[in-house]
């Protein structure tokens, strides 16, 4: 039995191999496709990133500048979004699962809307007359 496996292993791994070189070579993968090759203005982000962390005097933290960055992206795109930093994203989810907040609301995060369920009595909320539904 042991003879038969050092002759089935490398016939069987070979022929994986061979299969996957024709799958691989008739689903037309396209190594310049824009997904797998480096753009020129991601080249010019990371170019200008990696210039601020290795050649810089002073020690800089780079993650804040990225983020800085991504804020001023988002915010040329489109004035809703956002982007939330890890660090904030914990803090920002829970905040949307449904919380009574500082107003006096309780409230749900339906997709891109926010529902308010109930004002709680005597809260700020109720007395601007914000009613739940």
């Given at each position: 039995?042991k003879?038969?496996n050092?002759?089935?292993t490398p ?7 061979a299969i996957?070189l ?6 037309n993968f396209d190594?310049?496709?824009e997904?797998?090759?480096?753009n020129p203005?991601k080249q ?6 990696d ?12 993650d804040?500048?990225?983020d800085v960055?991504?804020?001023k992206i988002l915010?040329n795109?489109?004035?809703h979004s956002?982007y939330i930093?890890?660090?904030e994203y914990?803090?920002?989810t829970e905040?949307?699962k449904?919380?009574?907040v ?12 926010i529902v308010?369920i ?10 601007m007359g914000?009613?739940?539904?």
């Open positions: 039995m003879g038969r050092k002759i089935y016939l069987l791994l070979s022929i994986a191999c996957g024709i799958l691989g070579a008739r689903l190594p310049t496709d997904l797998f090759t480096a203005k010019k982000l990371n170019r200008l990133i210039y601020i962390d290795y050649e810089y005097v002073d020690d800089v933290n780079t804040s500048i990225v960055t991504v804020n915010e795109l489109d004035p956002v930093p890890k660090d914990q803090r920002v905040n949307m449904g919380d009574f500082g107003i006096g609301v309780s409230f749900y995060n339906i997709q891109d809307t308010v109930k004002a709680l009595e005597g809260g700020p909320s109720e007395k914000i009613r739940g539904g």
